[in-house]
């Protein structure tokens, strides 16, 4: 089958270049069937246009705001304080955004009523988790409880707002510690870099006020750890997960990028898989 050609394809624009945003750039630039990566935009725009530099087709590099003006699908993957300055245009403008600052969407789900109107569509990626589908089947009936529990090396949380107002140091942690527990729409805002899994999680199945979070400084841990644990009246189920930390930023698994990628590619495949 042939591809698709330029005039077929879905454009994307990316909003953010870091340990997310560049992996994913550099999959469209390489070459993925029906996608077009058509802008780029992030907070530092001329360290952007260096980043960019190395791509077989460069594209512009915009502002944040403006990054709806020029394409079809805006990713998201900048950090949750700029996440209004991409989210509000997509959606005002109708675009597909998908975002991975799940923890930001939470405080803004007026965004879900606003992309009702204008006929946009807020897609969140699974990310650095996993069995949302089993999550979102299971809440077509009864769920009783959902529960994260969250273990991640001390240089992943160090400097997370939570630890800093409670003069909490992991410096030299030598044991396990439960920095967090409590519901999940509390954990995004204590830690907005570092519970984007956990606001998808609530999301998906019974929403961020019933969803508990438990959240660990684990010295004894190299990899960011997430176990799930559902009741519901459909079945009972257990799962775990160890992503590898990205190597640019150990608040970020090398699995969110590619997820992404994944999320992207459903869009434009003929098959898809899940529920």
């Known amino acids: 089958m042939d591809e698709p050609t330029a005039s077929t394809n879905l454009s994307v624009a990316i909003g953010g270049l870091g340990a997310i945003g560049l992996p994913v750039a550099r999959r469209l630039d390489a070459g993925i069937g029906g996608l077009e990566l ?21 594209v512009p590099v915009v502002p944040l705001d403006r990054l709806a003006e020029h394409a079809a699908i805006v990713v998201e993957c900048a950090p949750a304080a700029v996440f209004a300055d991409v989210a509000e245009s ?14 930001a969407l939470l405080a803004r789900m007026d965004l879900v009523e606003r992309a009702k109107a204008t006929g946009a569509r807020i897609i969140v990626p699974t990310g650095a988790l996993l069995g949302l589908d089993a999550v979102r089947a299971a809440a077509e009936g009864k769920i009783v409880a959902v529960t994260l529990i969250t273990r991640k090396p001390p240089a992943g949380l160090q400097g997370a707002p939570y630890l800093t107002q409670r003069g909490i140091d992991l410096e030299g942690l030598t044991a ?16 907005p870099a570092n519970v984007n899994v956990a606001a998808a999680l609530a999301l998906a199945g019974i929403g961020p006020d019933r969803t508990t979070v438990e959240l660990w400084a684990d010295p004894g841990v190299t990899r960011n750890t997430h176990t799930v644990e559902v009741e519901a009246d459909s079945a009972r189920f257990s799962m775990s997960i160890e992503g590898i930390p990205s190597a640019d930023n150990p608040r970020t698994g090398r699995l969110t990028p590619l997820s992404v990628i994944a999320a992207l590619r459903r869009l434009v495949s003929p098959l898809q898989v899940g529920t």
Not at 38 to 58: G, H, K, M, Y
């Open 38 to 58: 058509t802008a780029v935009s992030a907070r530092n725009r001329t360290a952007a246009q260096d980043r960019i530099a190395e791509l077989r087709r460069p």
């Open 90 to 103: 997509a959606v005002a403008a109708g675009r597909t955004l998908v975002t991975v600052s799940v923890g």
């Open 176 to 191: 396990p510690l439960k920095v967090f527990d409590g519901p999940a729409s509390a954990a995004a805002e204590a830690f």
